[in-house]
């Protein structure tokens, strides 16, 4: 069987000139990026079986994201062209003081519609990853991302969802970003999550108090990500920590992204159908692997280029 992720595929134009604005900056580096179809590509890199649920441009920029995904491996026959939309892009630049410049293109990756999700065979699929961070702002993509939530739940598949907040999308819709995450978190099998994202979405102080809440709202096993300090895991009423992997990191682009896409790989591997069969042993060494992906991937520059240093051999 097979893992399908769905929501944004786009090309990230980063500023290489170090400190510059955007207005100011002369050099850019073109990446193709979208978190769910960073996923997919760490999946597929790692040998699993794959589908992307997108929508990108009839432009050589979506045909390029194509082409990035059929390279891994990754299913694309859910990636559609669209002729009216551009593909959508997301241009950053770091500035000295650690802030970043950001301007959101958004295009193509908005207009995913019911009727497309519609023509995907959920009976191939065993595990659907809801990962995306532009699925909750206004657009078709929106009405997708909520019935495909309904399709799946009600054929009993694996529910995964990373809420993948971005401040520079969400920094006026944050009330509206966390009741969207909330329905999710508590319809999904496993979640995964930054400090500062169970933070922001049980409106708590501290991360103590934000896995108290967090108990008591997931019906799921939930992981939240520490860096070095390693991952906190969430599991029948209870939470532990597994130990990161000591590393130098040359760039942590995607580290987040290939944590779920080892979770997705080894869950569809083991041919797992409830997670609530996975013991603390089972799942200790699900995210000691999952947190191997991550370290291999912060080795190298640029999401894509890491993934392509994936391979299951990394895990016990």
């Known amino acids: 069987m097979s893992v399908l ?25 073109k990446k193709p990026g979208g978190a769910p179809t960073n996923v997919a590509a760490a999946i597929a890199a790692l ?28 299913n694309t026959q859910h990636v559609h062209l669209d002729h009216q939309y551009f593909t959508t892009f997301a241009f950053v630049s770091l500035m000295l003081d650690g ?20 023509l995907i065979d959920l009976n191939k699929q065993d595990i659907i990853h809801f990962g995306s961070a532009t699925a909750f ?31 520079l999308l969400f920094s006026d819709k944050q009330e509206s970003f966390i009741e969207q995450s909330l329905f999710f978190l508590q319809k999904a099998d ?20 934000a896995t108290q809440q967090l108990l008591q709202w997931c019906r799921g ?15 029948a009423g209870e939470t532990f920590i597994v130990p990161s992997i000591p590393i130098k990191p040359t760039d942590t682009t995607g580290a987040g992204d290939a944590f779920v896409g080892a979770v ?23 995210i000691l692997n999952a947190n191997k992906a991550g370290a291999r991937t912060c080795e190298y520059m640029g999401a894509m280029e890491a993934f392509r240093h994936l391979n299951s051999n990394i895990f016990d």
């Not at 802030?99 to 519609?118: H, M, P, S, W, Y």
């Not at 999550?193 to 708590?204: F, G, P, Y």
């Open 5 to 29: 992720c769905i929501g944004e595929a786009l090309i990230d134009m980063i500023c290489t000139d170090k400190g510059s604005t955007l207005a100011a900056g002369e050099n850019f580096l």
């Open 47 to 74: 040998g699993g079986e794959v589908y992307l649920s997108a929508k990108v441009g009839n432009d050589p920029f979506g045909k390029q994201l194509q082409d990035v995904m059929d390279s891994f491996g990754v």
């Open 99 to 118: 802030e970043r410049d950001f301007v959101f293109n958004r295009g193509a990756d908005a207009q995913l519609t019911v009727e497309e999700i519609k």
């Open 137 to 167: 702002l206004d657009g078709n993509l929106k009405a997708s991302y909520y019935h495909l939530l309904q399709e799946a739940k009600a054929l009993g598949k694996i529910i995964s969802f990373d809420p993948n907040y971005r401040h």
């Open 190 to 209: 496993f979640i995964k999550l930054s400090d500062e994202e169970a933070m922001l979405i049980t409106k708590t102080d501290s991360l103590e108090k």
């Open 221 to 235: 096993v939930f992981a939240i990500t520490l860096g070095k300090e390693g991952t906190l895991l969430g599991l």
């Open 264 to 286: 997705l790989f080894q869950l569809n591997e083991g041919r797992v159908k409830n997670l609530g069969q996975l013991s603390q042993a089972d799942w200790t060494k699900i």
